[in-house]
């Protein structure tokens, strides 16, 4: 049985400012590119696409996709089997590769918006298998906030392996792991009861992940997690290298986790992620646009073609739960 639809007129609105605000940051993002290439452009008498051209016709990418296409495959399989392993703790149970055709449908819906695409994984569910669409959204919730820990731990150690070489902005590192897992201690502590226990919030089904998870499941996604992150830092640290750039693999272990926190900031063509690539290396502005601009819309659109072979599947198993 389908939910009951809510009324178009009980639905809110998103205010204008958030729509444009993904926008305006990309829009921010490009600028600050432009400024930066401008200058090298000009000084080679070329207009900056012109420059970008240039840096584009100097890679091998068959060698870059030989890079790519492996990788994106194995980040699919190892962040399906992150929701497998989620939805069978706290939804429903379902075999693993069952998963793969939600996961890779959000994909799609994630070439604009990463949290959006989990949100699709949450109607897919609902639909497909009748799980409550607020449960597997708290299940979503908590993919987030484990990816937030994994991310400030690797951000971490690599800042420790490579502590003399990365720009002194990155000294500020512990602090911030300091304050999320401060943060996170607390709302651990909330949400297994120890603190405040007699408060009702922890009790709506979009925290119900939280309620129920324990430690070890939080250090289990993190460990799950892990090797998507040094194939990321192999992978990154071949691909620059085609651009001309040589960087090694414990100082791309220290820079990659920042630079994927920029990529989860809403906006298309993941912009700040791209401009943070400029920013950490300001000698090479052309280069990094280009290597920032390719990595990371690639992934995003091979992934979206993973999720075109699923869809038929999807389709077809939404429309007949729904005419149940």
Request: aromatic share 16%; proline share 6%; charged share 10%.
């Amino acid at each position: 049985m389908s939910e009951t639809p809510v009324p178009e007129a009980a639905k809110p609105k998103t205010p204008l400012w958030k729509k444009a605000l993904p926008w305006l940051i990309t829009i921010g993002c490009f600028v600050f590119l432009y400024t930066r290439i401008a200058g090298p452009a000009a000084g080679q008498g070329m207009s900056v696409l012109g420059y970008l051209a240039s840096v584009f016709a100097e890679v091998n990418w068959f060698a870059w996709l030989a890079l790519m296409i492996p990788y994106s495959i194995a980040f699919f399989l190892i962040d399906s089997m992150i929701v497998w392993r989620i939805i069978n703790w706290f939804n429903t149970k379902i075999a693993y590769k069952e998963i793969l055709p939600v996961r890779a449908s959000a994909y799609i819906i994630s070439i604009l918006n990463e949290q959006v695409g989990k949100g699709a994984m949450a109607l897919y569910l609902n639909r497909r298998d009748g799980v409550p669409a607020w449960q597997v959204g708290s299940s979503m919730l908590f993919i987030m906030v484990c990816e937030l820990l994994y991310l400030t731990i690797w951000a971490n150690i690599g800042l420790l392996l490579q502590w003399d070489t990365l720009p002194p902005v990155f000294r500020a590192l512990p602090w911030v792991g300091l304050g999320i897992f401060v943060v996170f201690a607390l709302f651990y502590l909330y949400f297994r009861g120890h603190i405040m226990p007699n408060n009702k919030f922890r009790d709506g089904q979009l925290l119900k992940a939280f309620k129920e998870a324990t430690l070890s499941q939080y250090l289990i996604i993190i460990v799950l997690r892990s090797p998507a992150l040094i194939l990321a830092v192999f992978m990154y640290s071949e691909a620059l290298a085609l651009f001309g750039i040589e960087f090694g693999y414990l100082q791309m272990l220290g820079i990659l986790p920042v630079i994927f926190f920029g990529a989860s900031i809403p906006g298309p063509f993941r912009a700040v992620a791209v401009s943070l690539w400029v920013i950490l290396f300001p000698e090479y502005p052309a280069e990094m646009s280009a290597f920032g601009l390719v990595q990371h819309n690639f992934f995003i659109l091979f992934n979206a073609v993973i999720g075109l072979l699923f869809m038929g599947r999807v389709q077809k198993e939404i429309f007949v739960s729904t005419d149940k």
